[in-house]
C-alpha cells in the first residue's frame, strides 16, 4: 500500500481542474457532434475538411493549405481528402505548371450534403451551449482562445 503522502497530487489544484473539465467538455462536445454527424457517413475530420473547402469557396487550396486551416490538427489530410473523393465530395487537379502541386475543392455533391449537415451540427452545439447566455458564449471563447495561444507549437 503506498503511503497518503506519497501520492502525487492530481486535480487538487485550479491549474488541474480546469484542464480535467476543458478536456472532460470537449470530449462530450466531440462525441455529441460526432453522433449528429454518423446520419450523413462523416468523421469529425472529414466534416471539418468539408467546412474548410466550402468556406474556400471557388479557391482549389492545397493539402497543406487545408491543414493550416482546420481548427484541430489532422494528422494525415492527404487521407481524409482520399476517402472524400472516392466518395465524391472533393475532386483534387494536378496544377498545369507545377504537377506537384494538387489543388482540391468541394464538388456539388459535397457542397450538397455539407449544406444538409451544418444545420444539424450547429443546432448540436447550441444545444451543448443552452445554459450558457450569449455573452458568456463569447467569454468562453476568448478564454480558450487564450488557452490556445499559450500551448507550445501554436
Request: proline residues 4%; aromatic residues 2%; charged residues 25%.
Amino acid at each position: 500500500m503506498i503511503a497518503p503522502d506519497a501520492r502525487p497530487e492530481t486535480r487538487n489544484n485550479a491549474t488541474s481542474e480546469a484542464i480535467h473539465a476543458l478536456r472532460a467538455a470537449a470530449a462530450h462536445v466531440e462525441h455529441t457532434l460526432a453522433r449528429t454527424l454518423d446520419p450523413f457517413g462523416l468523421s469529425m475530420a472529414q466534416f471539418a475538411v468539408l467546412q474548410v473547402m466550402g468556406e474556400a469557396a471557388e479557391e482549389k487550396l492545397g493539402c497543406g493549405e487545408i491543414g493550416r486551416r482546420l481548427a484541430a490538427r489532422a494528422p494525415d489530410v492527404t487521407r481524409l481528402l482520399d476517402r472524400l473523393e472516392s466518395v465524391g465530395l472533393v475532386a483534387r487537379k494536378r496544377d498545369q505548371q507545377d504537377r506537384r502541386v494538387v489543388h482540391t475543392h468541394i464538388t456539388a455533391v459535397g457542397l450538397e450534403l455539407l449544406n444538409k449537415a451544418v444545420p444539424m451540427v450547429r443546432e448540436a452545439e447550441e444545444q451543448a451551449l443552452i445554459d450558457l447566455a450569449v455573452a458568456d458564449r463569447h467569454h468562453l471563447a476568448s478564454l480558450l482562445k487564450g488557452v490556445q495561444r499559450n500551448c507550445p507549437g501554436n
